[in-house]
Structure formats: structure tokens, C-alpha cells
């Protein structure tokens, strides 16, 4: 106690302070208007530089306590805010701030300009006008100093789920929020990671002037601005408080300084009491309370206020108290005791909000593991109020689990009563009291006198209880897995029961937390722990196919008749068994199960058709009015290992063997081999349907055969028809000859008729015996017919086709063969479920695969491409290496791979490696599994687009062939034109007895061989066709060399009748011979004797062959262009390397000449296709262009010729534009090989001459004539 003599210098927080104002420091309060000076007599107006500015900062506070500290706020003064005894407000207002949240990060950046300090002069001071004032009592200071200048902050809350997260975003903000440009110039880039950071804060601003400040965007726009805007301002931002009794000594005042302890006493009840009402809140926030419990959901908002009052209460009384302990004129010992007092029961208080939280916090967790689960997934709610059940489903039963009455019921919770208690008292109990308690407790009271044996009244909270959590987490765990295997109709939910009937009880007794009641016809039962449980495991015998299933189910009396069992359910699946199964693959589908519905009297069952030799899982579960029982612990029992299809079959054949062995007509004997160490059984086939070659070169030829595999063999299981798409799986192999194609089929089919590396002997269908390297063992498309042998077949029909293999050595013709067989087998075989390309898994060369896969790209139409997959022969554990080879070549990969290794089932094997022999034969059956289960999986695609696109292909070819022929006859034709053009242009103005060089041609006649066909025009004594399919006159109508009625290679376009087969051919040779200009000139115009006669004759002749020829083109690229979008792929230029390959050999190996020249031949008919294909529609664009060229020179002749003579003479010594005309209508690559432009002074002899070299440049470098090689006869 004293005078208080010492200057007291406070934050203005927002307000306006003034020199001379009197203020009373022990309720920290000013007292506006009244003042020991006239206010112009201490506050004079000066006027000031606004850039002069005394001091700047910026100052960064990462809590509140941080940031009122930065303000120099000392404790009183944060008490007295926190007491709201004084106010923040403006650019203070940031100081007020609650948590939002137990864990919130915060960042406040402030900026603060001083622009001036003022004070009240020493001469104003001895000079008091109104000293009245210094008697009054209420006055203790005045303002002797005031700082002025601009102050702002910036807030960035978030609000944390956890002190780690807290952590670690305060650690993130502090690095961020530094790099705000306070009034830089400077634009600061944030990345999009930390402006995502700084978006999920929220922006506040403080400040005298308002902003609108909600987002990143605005924040960064104001902290730019701030320093300029706040050196504008002239705010109060402190000010320092004197003693009256400085003026006067006999206005003295006795202020008594506050105990730091007792201060801080109160600073921290304050706090916890804020901490507190964050609990409080995150309580209220709980899902499981908030949302499903009412009663809890008011026992909380009660609780709340209940707090709030006790809070306002403290809070009134420091106010109140405070003030009163700085006045030196009262009792402060009497002070301090009573603040003490309240410090100590609002600490109290707070001590039971905070257990209440933590019951609550508690509570809420026990509900979200046990009834908040429930209800989320699906558990209907009736805790509020439980329904009538004769108007809702009365029929179907109701399985409830209790929750509800008790504590939970109450509005008041006992902890609530404690807080608002005024003195310490034993607190009552939990449950409450009759006498004491609210009407709930006492309605629970009232209850609990009704059962004479269900009194449960606990004083402990009931998630605090062991014994009821536990049976809440019991009957949740059972109700949820009852639910899964509940009856149809029956409903599950948490409700709020009061009572329900015992069993053995015939008053309703209370129910407890955790209970479960079974409503059901009108009655409420408590069944809690009687739902059904599983049945011990139930006992099997085997028998063959067959498993017995025995059980025994004994059920308690009563709760026979709580829950009735109305049967039971055997569930039972196949399992695997590594140490007994065969290594052979089965398609078994392990792990799914069936189920068997058995009566109530039932003891027994039996399960039929079954897996041979597997193992069977079986369990029991009871079946009662509220569903299925868990099942048991799983039985196992294992069938009987049955006779395999291929182990009969050599049964069959040993019975049989006299009769089997006998060839009969379509009939291939059965034969058993039993060289190389090891048997092997070929089984006999029979021809069912066999198709052949309709059209020459292959006219008569077995195209497709169709063969049924051991009819003998279970005769009365007949196959299914092969057109049938449903019950015939039709799988069709490709491959390189000596690919093992072939061994592939007999390794697959032995699979799928169950044979086994221990039977007496091999099954195959195809017999390689013969085979040699290279040679492909299938001479014919084979289609082999198996029936449904063997479950795994699925009850159909395989069609098993064994293609011939392309590039052995029977050459290029064998292959077209293949092509032709195959239009024929998709002209009988309607569908196909899977193309399989057999190739070695370390074939790497491309010149094996690309024609393959090139065939079946043209071959088959694009409706196959997703029934394309791959097979790997002789294949190891490593990656496939031609897996990398048909990738590049863009064949499916992708659509399914399969590898196998089938050196098993070749017929030569060393009977001294068994072994190795054995684990051969499972590396093939695992791959033929996986063929088993892709092929099965496979839905049927019909192949008529594919039959479309072998037709085309074929007769595509054959265009071909007669276009190459016409493109060499018209080269040699051009060849000719070009030589006679040089000799004219070189005779032009000559004496007529100079003779020039000339090449002429002369027709010669070549055998053909025998057997062989050709189309032989007698108007133009040429060979049309030199390779026909027809040999009959008659039918000459029909040759590919005909297009309608017509032939394509005639100058004159013959009709077909003068056409007939002869058995040479004509072809022409060419010679040199020197001549005089008159002959040539002769030779090309009989009717005229100059120079543009004859140019008229020979451009007259070969515009009639490149008409013809250019309309034979474009029906090409129709073709053509009519398979690139029915093909799956029509790329001729895989073919020419794969030709050039067998060029290459036969030249190597000295084949005879013919085959060497069909080789040739059938390259340069590729070529064509490919150039075709290439160019579409642009394809002989060029020849247009030299037609239209030789047409305006036709014109330009003719209309020389027609002139009179002397008008001739005058039109020779003019200049020509002819050859310039031309040129301005040239475009592309013509134009940049023509000759140059000539001078416009040019006669029309030099314009021939340029027009002469035009024309051979478009003869010799033509799109067409320059794709076919030079020695093939278009130099």
C-alpha cells in the first residue's frame, strides 16, 4: 500500500486516448470529456510531413499470449481483457481472439508505423485550469504522453485434429507466412503447394480502416499496401499515465499493487476454464452423441450451460474483486481470501467438466465401436422411440439390441449437479435417488422397484463397466454376423427397451445395456448369447463320387423355444491338396461352394457327382427363424480316384485290338507304336467330311478334311454338329512348318482326354513319324472332331484345325495352296472361338514369323483379331524370346500367351531319362490347362467376313498377275515409243537418205508345260493369260484375264470368244536396225509423209495401251482398298521379304530355272500389291498426267496438219508456245523433273524436241514402271 508515483505506460488498444484525460487505474478506466486542461490547450493541431515517419516493424507472434506480449500488454493488462474489463478493438481487435479449437495454428503478422510522440509541456502542467478535479476521488492519472501513428495485423488460424498435426503445420505456416512482401516491391511466387497450405487457413484483418480480407489473394494485395496506408494514419497507439498526485501532493491516492501469484492464479483458472469450453465443444461435436442419442445430446447442452454460468460467475467476480483489491482503502486480506475462494471453486469446477469430457470423449468412443457401427451400416434406429409393431411387419422377427435407459436417459448428469453446487458436498450418486434426484431418476427408481431380480442399479458409468461393455461388444459382434446370414424379412436395429420377458420369468423384467431382445409375434424376449452358434464339425464317409455327411445337433429347452431351428444348411466346395492331387491340371474350381437344404429331422445327406480324387471341404450351419448359424469347422473327405478317358481308351483298344487295327474306307486303323521306349496309341479317325479345291491351279485337290477322332470308342456319344456355335468349339493352329504345330495338338488333346505320364502308353491323333526337319507333317487343312469325352470339355464338341505350315520346302506354290485351302474351310466351318499362333519360344528371326503372321493378318477378317493368341513351344522357365520378334511385327500379344514344352510327346524318347521325361510331360500339361481354360472362355465368331476376305485375296492376286503382265507389255511398248521419239527428234530437218538407229520387236514362240493352260488371242497374236485355270474354249469367259466379256490385255480390248488355249506361248523379243527416216516415218503414218504424222501414229498406239492399263489399276485399288478394311491386315510388303528369303535359298541350293523364275514371279506380283496399297487412288497418277500431256500434243499436231501449205510455211517461222503451255500445267515431282522452260522465242521444232524429252522422262520414271525391277524388262 502507497502512493503510486511510478508512470504507467499502456497499449491504446484501439482506443482514443487523448493528452489530459483523467483516468482511475484501479478499474483501468478513462473518463472521456473531462480533463485538468482545455483539450486545444494540450491537443494542438500540428501539421506534419506524412512521408516523416519516427519508426517501422513488422513483428510475427505465433499465439495470442505471443502476440499481447509483442503489444507490451503485461499479465494484468491480458487479465483484464480476458475479463473484459477493457476492450480491443480496431487494429487491437486481434488481441480478443478465443480458440477455435483444442489445437489451432495461429500466425499474426503486424505492421506499425509511429509518426510522432506529444506530450504536455512542463510550463502546461504548472498551469491547471479545472483542479476541481484534483479533490475527486475517482480520478488517479492523467495522460501525460501519447505515440501516434498506424498499426494492422493480419490472423491465419486453422484448426489442427492432433498436437502432431499442430506441430507440424506451425512448422510449415512460420516458413510460409514470412515471405509475405510487407510492402515489397517485389511479387512473391508461391507454389501451388504452398498456396494450397495457406488457403486452408483462415484470413482475418485488424485495423482502424476496414478491409475485406477472406482469402490468400486479398491478404497478399493488403500486406503490399499496408506500410504506405498505415504512414497516412494518426492513430493513438500508446500512452503513458501519470499521478495526480504529481500536480498536487495533496491529491494523493493509495493504489495497492496486486500479488503477481494471485494474478497468475487467476490468468490460469481462466485458461483452463477456456480450455474447458474447447472440450465441451468437441464433445457436442461427437458423431455417435450428436446424432443417435438425444438424451446424451441434452445432457451435454445442459452441461454446457451449467459451465457457461459457472465461468460468468468466476469472471464477475474477478472484475468485481480486482478493482477492489488496487484500492488501498479496503480489506485485502478480506479481498484476497474471497478471490481465492472463487479461484478455488470455479477450479473445481473445472476439474469435473474435465472428467465429464473424458467420460463423454470415452463414451463416445465405446458407442462408435459398438452402436455407431451398427447404425452406419445399416442397423435401423429406434432408439428415440420403438414402433408399433402391428402396423409395421408384425410377420417377420425383429432382432434389437438394448441401448438406452439408466445414465443415458438422464437430461442432468450427476457431474453437472457438482458444478453447480455453491459448497463442497458428498456428490449423490451416478444413478441419482428418488428423494433427490430429477423425474428421470426418479422413473428410473420407480423402475428398478418393479424387478425383484434385475436390480442393476451401478454407480459407475456404464462404458466403465467391464462386464457391460463387454456384453455390448458380444451381442454387436453376434448381431452383425447373425445379420449376414439373417432369414428374408428379418430387421435389425438399436432400440431403447425398457422391459422385455425372460425366459423362465413371467413378469417383464428391466433390460440391461448390451442386451438383445428377439421381437417376434408380439412378444418381447430377452435372448442375449442365445443366437445359434456353429455346430460341431459334422463326420463323412466316401463312396466312389459320392461323400456321406453325418451330424448331431442337441438344443436347449428353452431356447428351443426362443429360437426354433427349422433345418440345416451343408455347404461343400472342392479343395486343393498339393501332397495327394495328381500334378496333371484339372479345371476344378477351388474355392466356391454349394449348398444342400436339409429338414430339421434330417441326420444325414448325401453329395453326389463329385470331383474324382479331390478333396472336399464340408460344413453344417443350423437354420433357424432368424437365419443361419455360423458354419462349423470345415470337414474334409476325400472321392475316389476314377479310370481316366485316355486310360480307357487303351483298355478299349487291348479288347479290341484285331478289329481296331483293320483299315476300312474313310478310315484310318487304330495303331499302337511301341519303338523309341515308350508306347505310343494313335487312335483311329474317320473321315466324317471332306471339301476340295473348286478352281484351277489346285481344281480337285483335298482342301479340307473333317475327321472324327475314336468313334469306335463310346459310340453312342455323338458329336455335335460343326455348325453348331454353341456346342462346337472350333480352335484353329498356325504356325512355321517344324514349329511342333502338330505335336502341340497331340499333346493337347492327350490332356484333355486325362492322359497321364504313367498310363500303359501315349494317346495321340497325329501321326509324325514321317516328318522331316523343315517339311510340314499336315498336307491338307485336317479338322479334328473329338466329342465331349471327359467332364472337362463342358459338354462340347472340339474342332481341333491342323493347318499346314507355310515356308517349308515345297516353295511359294504350297503356300498359295495353304490360301486356297483356307477359303474353302471357311466356307464349310461357320465359326471359330480361337486362332493360335504356334511359333518357338527362341525364334527370333523375322523371316519365320513376319510371313506368318502377314498370312493370318490377310487371311482372316478383322471381326478375329480378339480371338488371335499366342503358343510357345520348347519353352524354359525364361521370357519368350520371340515374344519381342511378334510384338514388332504387331501381332496380339496381349490377347493371351501360352507356354509349353511338349518333348514328351515326341515319339522318339530315351527310356533311360525318365525323369527328365516325367517333368517334361507336366511343364506341357500346365500349359495345356491354361489352353483348356482360354479356349473354353472363348465365344464363337463367324467367318464369313474371313471366306469374303480369301476370295478377295485370291482374286486380287490373280489381277495381279495379269496387271504385271500388261504393266511389262506396256513398258516394252513405252521402251519402243521412246526410241522411235529420239530417232525423230534427231531426224528433224535431215536429208531423207540419213539413216538412224531403231529398236524393233518380233514375236516368238515358248513351250509350256505340260498340263498347263494359256489364253491365246488370235486377233492380236499374243498370249493373253500365260498360267489359265481354263483349258476348255468355252470357258475362256471365265479367265482372270476377262472383265466382263472382254479382255484386259488386248490393245482392241478382244472379245473373249476370240480367244482359245494353246499349248505355247507367244512372247516378244526386241532388235536394233538401222533405218532411213522415210521407213520410220512410214512405218507410223501411211496416210501422211512428215514428221507429226508419224508422232500421231505412235502416241495414237500407246495411248490405247495405258488407257487399258490405267483401268486395270484402279479395279486393283478398289480391291485392294476393299481388303484394307475387311482384312485384319493387308500389308503385302511382310511377303516380299519372305519371298526374297526363298529366292535367296533356291539360288543357294541351284534350284532349277522355273522355279526360280515363279519365285520372281510371284515377288514382282507382291510388289505390285504393295505399290497399290501404298498409293490407293494416286496410284498410275502419273500416267495421267502423260496422258493429258500426248492429248494437247495430239491436238497442237493436228491442228498443224490442218493448215494449207503456205499457211503452214508462215506457222513454222513463228515461235511456238507449246512446250511452255505444258510446263505451267505441270505440278508435284512431274514438275521438278521435266525439262526448264524455254525462251519465248523458241520455234515449234525446239518445242517438239523439249515435249520428246517430257514424254521419256514420264515413261521412264512413271509410279508403276519403276517399282518392278529393272531385269524384269522395264529399263
Not at 449 to 472: A, C, T
Not at 1084 to 1101: D, K, V
Request: aromatic share 6%; net charge negative; with cysteine.
Amino acid at each position: 500500500m502507497g502512493n503510486d508515483t511510478d508512470p504507467i505506460t499502456r497499449p491504446s488498444l484501439g482506443q482514443d486516448v487523448q493528452l489530459g484525460m483523467l483516468y482511475d487505474s484501479r478499474k483501468e478506466t478513462f473518463f472521456a470529456g473531462i480533463s485538468l486542461w482545455d483539450s486545444e490547450e494540450v491537443n494542438k493541431i500540428e501539421v506534419i510531413d506524412e512521408n516523416k515517419v519516427q519508426n517501422a516493424s513488422t513483428v510475427f507472434s505465433y499465439s495470442t499470449e505471443d502476440a499481447r506480449k509483442a503489444a507490451n500488454l503485461d499479465i494484468e493488462g491480458s487479465l483484464s481483457l480476458e475479463l473484459s474489463i477493457i476492450q480491443a478493438k480496431g487494429s487491437a481487435k486481434y488481441l480478443s481472439d478465443k480458440k477455435s479449437s483444442t489445437f489451432e495454428a495461429r500466425v499474426d503478422v503486424s505492421s506499425t508505423v509511429t509518426r510522432r510522440t506529444r506530450r504536455i509541456p512542463q510550463e502546461t502542467l504548472a498551469k491547471l485550469k479545472y483542479d476541481k478535479y484534483l479533490d475527486d476521488d475517482r480520478f488517479t492519472h492523467f495522460v501525460a504522453e501519447v505515440v501516434e501513428g498506424g498499426s494492422a495485423t493480419l490472423s491465419f488460424v486453422q484448426s489442427c485434429s492432433s498436437s502432431e498435426e499442430l506441430t507440424k503445420i506451425s512448422g510449415e505456416l512460420e516458413v510460409t507466412i514470412v515471405k509475405i512482401p510487407i510492402g515489397g516491391k517485389a511479387k512473391v511466387e508461391y507454389t501451388k503447394e504452398e498456396k494450397a497450405k495457406l488457403e486452408r487457413f483462415t484470413v482475418s484483418y485488424s485495423g482502424a480502416i476496414v478491409e475485406s480480407v477472406s482469402n490468400l489473394e486479398d491478404a497478399l494485395r493488403v500486406a503490399h499496401d499496408m506500410p504506405q496506408n498505415l504512414k497516412k494514419q494518426m492513430n493513438t497507439l500508446s500512452y503513458q499515465l501519470l499521478p495526480i498526485s504529481l500536480l498536487d501532493s495533496k491529491a494523493n491516492r493509495v493504489i495497492r499493487a496486486l500479488d503477481a501469484n494471485l494474478v497468475s492464479e487467476v490468468v490460469d483458472a481462466l485458461k483452463d476454464g477456456a480450455t474447458v469450453q474447447l472440450g465441451l465443444r468437441d464433445v457436442k461435436a461427437q458423431k455417435p452423441l450428436e446424432d443417435w442419442f438425444p438424451k446424451v445430446k441434452k445432457q451435454i447442452a445442459n452441461f454446457q450451460r451449467a459451465f457457461d454460468r459457472a465461468e460468468t460467475e468466476f469472471k464477475s467476480a474477478a472484475r468485481r474483486l480486482l478493482p477492489e483489491l488496487r484500492d488501498g482503502n479496503t480489506d485485502e486480506k478480506s479481498k484476497i481470501e474471497e478471490l481465492r475462494s472463487a479461484v478455488a471453486l470455479f477450479r473445481k469446477r473445472i476439474g469435473f467438466a474435465t472428467e465429464f469430457i473424458e467420460k463423454k470423449l470415452k463414451e463416445a468412443r465405446t458407442l462408435d465401436t459398438t452402436v455407431a457401427s451398427l447404425l452406419a451400416n445399416g442397423f435401423e434406429d429406434h432408439i428415440t422411440k420403438y414402433p408399433d409393431r402391428s402396423v409395421t411387419s408384425p410377420d417377420a422377427p425383429w432382432l434389437m439390441l438394448v441401448f438406452g435407459g439408466g445414465p443415458m436417459a438422464l437430461e442432468t448428469h450427476p457431474l453437472q449437479q457438482k458444478v453447480e453446487e455453491k459448497e463442497t458436498k458428498p456428490p449423490p450418486p451416478v444413478g441419482g435417488s428418488a428423494e433427490d434426484g430429477d423425474g428421470d431418476n426418479a422413473a428410473a427408481a420407480a423402475a428398478d422397484d418393479d424387478d425383484d431380480d434385475d436390480d442393476d442399479d451401478e454407480e459407475e458409468e456404464w462404458f466403465e463397466d467391464q462386464e457391460v461393455v463387454s456384453r455390448l461388444k458380444a451381442s454387436c459382434a453376434s448381431l452383425q454376423q447373425q445379420r449376414v446370414r439373417a432369414a428374408p424379412g428379418v430387421i435389425f436395429g438399436v432400440a431403447n427397451i425398457p422391459k422385455a420377458h425372460r425366459l423362465g420369468k413371467k413378469k417383464a423384467v428391466l433390460t440391461k445395456i448390451g442386451d438383445t431382445v428377439l421381437d417376434n409375434e408380439g412378444k418381447l424376449l430377452i435372448i442375449t448369447g442365445m443366437l445359434p452358434t456353429a455346430m460341431q464339425s459334422p463326420t463323412l464317409a466316401s463312396n466312389s463320387q459320392s461323400l456321406t455327411v453325418n451330424w448331431d445337433y442337441e438344443q436347449d429347452q428353452d431356447q428351443a423355444k426362443a429360437i426354433p431351428i427349422k433345418g440345416f444348411v451343408v455347404t461343400y466346395g472342392p479343395r486343393e491338396n498339393t501332397l495327394k492331387d495328381s500334378p496333371l491340371p484339372r479345371k476344378i474350381a477351388y474355392g466356391t461352394y454349394e449348398e444342400v437344404q436339409c429338414d430339421v429331422s434330417e441326420t444325414s445327406t448325401v453329395l453326389n457327382g463329385l470331383h474324382d480324387d479331390c478333396d472336399y471341404e464340408v460344413k453344417i450351419a443350423v437354420k433357424s427363424i432368424v437365419g443361419w448359424s455360423e458354419d462349423s469347422k470345415p470337414a474334409i473327405g476325400r472321392t475316389a480316384k476314377l479310370p481316366s478317358v485316355a486310360s480307357r481308351m487303351i483298355d478299349f483298344y487291348n479288347e479290341n485290338k484285331t478289329t481296331l487295327s483293320e483299315p476300312g474306307e474313310s478310315r484310318k486303323p487304330w495303331d499302337l507304336y511301341a519303338s523309341g521306349g515308350r508306347k505310343t496309341l494313335f487312335l483311329g479317325l474317320k473321315t466324317a467330311l471332306e471339301r476340295k479345291c473348286t478352281d484351277k491351279p489346285f481344281k480337285d485337290k483335298v482342301a479340307v478334311r473333317v475327321v472324327d477322332v475314336a468313334p469306335e470308342f463310346s459310340p453312342d456319344l455323338l458329336p455335335a454338329d460343326i455348325l453348331d456355335k454353341d456346342k462346337t468349339l472350333v480352335a484353329v493352329f498356325v504356325g512355321c512348318s517344324g514349329h511342333g504345330k502338330s505335336t502341340q495338338i497331340n499333346a493337347f488333346v492327350s490332356y484333355m482326354i486325362g492322359g497321364d505320364y504313367d498310363d500303359q502308353a501315349r494317346i495321340m491323333i497325329i501321326d509324325d513319324r514321317g516328318a522331316k526337319d523343315g517339311k510340314s507333317v499336315t498336307q491338307y487343312i485336317t479338322c479334328y472332331r473329338i466329342r465331349p469325352l471327359s467332364p472337362m470339355f463342358e459338354g462340347k464338341t472340339l474342332l481341333i484345325v491342323d493347318t499346314p505350315g507355310y515356308g517349308d520346302n515345297r516353295g511359294i506354290d504350297y503356300d498359295n495352296f495353304v490360301t486356297a485351302a483356307m477359303q474353302v474351310f471357311f466356307q464349310n466351318i461357320a465359326h471359330v472361338n480361337s486362332v493360335v499362333f504356334t511359333c518357338k519360344s527362341n525364334e527370333t528371326r523375322t523371316t519365320f514369323l513376319e510371313p506368318i503372321a502377314t498370312y493370318v493378318f490377310s487371311l482372316f477378317a478383322q471381326d478375329i483379331r480378339d480371338c488371335l493368341h499366342t503358343l510357345y513351344t520348347f519353352c524354359d522357365a525364361g521370357t519368350p524370346q520371340a515374344r519381342a520378334t511378334l510384338q514388332a511385327l504387331s501381332w496380339p500379344v496381349g490377347n493371351g500367351e501360352i507356354k509349353v514344352n511338349n518333348t514328351a510327346f515326341t515319339v522318339e524318347v530315351d527310356p533311360k531319362n525318365k525323369q527328365i521325361v516325367r517333368d517334361w510331360w507336366r511343364l506341357s500339361v500346365n500349359g495345356q490347362f491354361l489352353l483348356m481354360n482360354m479356349l473354353l472362355s472363348k465365344l464363337p465368331v463367324p467367318t464369313n467376313d474371313s471366306f469374303e476376305v480369301t476370295k478377295d485375296r485370291i482374286l486380287l492376286q490373280e489381277k495381279c498377275q495379269i496387271a504385271q503382265k500388261n504393266i511389262l507389255s506396256t513398258a516394252t511398248q513405252a521402251q519402243m515409243l521412246i526410241t522411235d521419239l529420239k530417232s525423230l527428234s534427231k531426224v528433224v530437218g535431215l536429208p531423207p537418205d540419213q539413216k538412224v538407229k531403231v529398236t524393233k520387236e518380233k514375236s516368238v514362240k515358248k513351250p509350256v508345260p505340260e498340263g498347263q493352260a494359256t489364253t491365246y488371242c488370235h486377233n492380236c497374236i499374243q498370249t493373253c493369260h500365260d498360267n489359265c485355270a481354263y483349258a476348255n474354249d468355252s470357258d475362256k469367259k471365265d479367265c482372270s484375264a476377262m472383265s466382263g466379256e472382254n479382255c484386259t490385255v488386248c490393245k482392241g480390248r478382244c472379245h473373249w470368244t476370240k480367244h482359245a488355249n494353246f499349248p505355247f506361248l507367244i512372247e516378244f523379243e526386241q532388235y536394233d536396225e538401222w533405218v532411213v527416216a522415210e521407213e520410220i516415218i512410214k512405218k507410223w503414218n501411211e496416210a501422211t509423209n512428215n514428221i507429226e504424222g508419224a508422232l500421231l501414229g505412235a502416241i495414237e498406239t500407246y495411248l490405247k495401251l495405258q488407257e487399258n492399263l490405267r483401268g486395270e489399276i484402279l479395279r486393283l485399288v478398289e480391291l485392294t482398298d476393299k481388303l484394307q478394311k475387311k482384312a485384319l491386315r493387308h500389308n503385302p510388303k511382310g511377303l516380299i521379304n519372305y519371298i526374297d528369303t526363298l529366292i535367296k535359298a533356291a539360288e543357294m541350293n541351284g534350284a532349277p530355272p522355273e522355279q526360280q523364275a515363279q519365285l520372281i514371279t510371284a515377288r514382282n506380283t507382291i510388289i505390285l500389291e504393295q505399290k497399290i496399297k501404298e498409293r490407293g487412288e494416286k496410284a498410275g497418277a502419273e500416267s495421267k498426267v502423260l496422258v493429258d500431256v500426248l492429248t494437247d500434243v495430239q491436238k497442237e499436231m493436228q491442228r498443224r496438219m490442218a493448215l494449207k501449205p503456205q499457211e503452214r510455211a508462215q506457222e513454222e517461222a513463228k515461235s511456238s508456245s507449246l512446250y511452255n503451255d505444258l510446263y505451267s500445267k505441270l505440278s508435284g515431282s512431274v514438275l521438278r523433273r521435266a525439262p526448264a522452260k524455254l525462251k519465248s522465242s523458241a520455234l515449234y521444232t525446239v518445242n517438239l524436241k523439249a515435249v520428246v524429252l517430257l514424254v521419256e522422262v514420264l515413261l521412264k520414271d512413271g509410279d508403276l514402271l519403276a517399282s518392278l525391277p529393272k531385269d524384269e524388262g522395264t529399263d
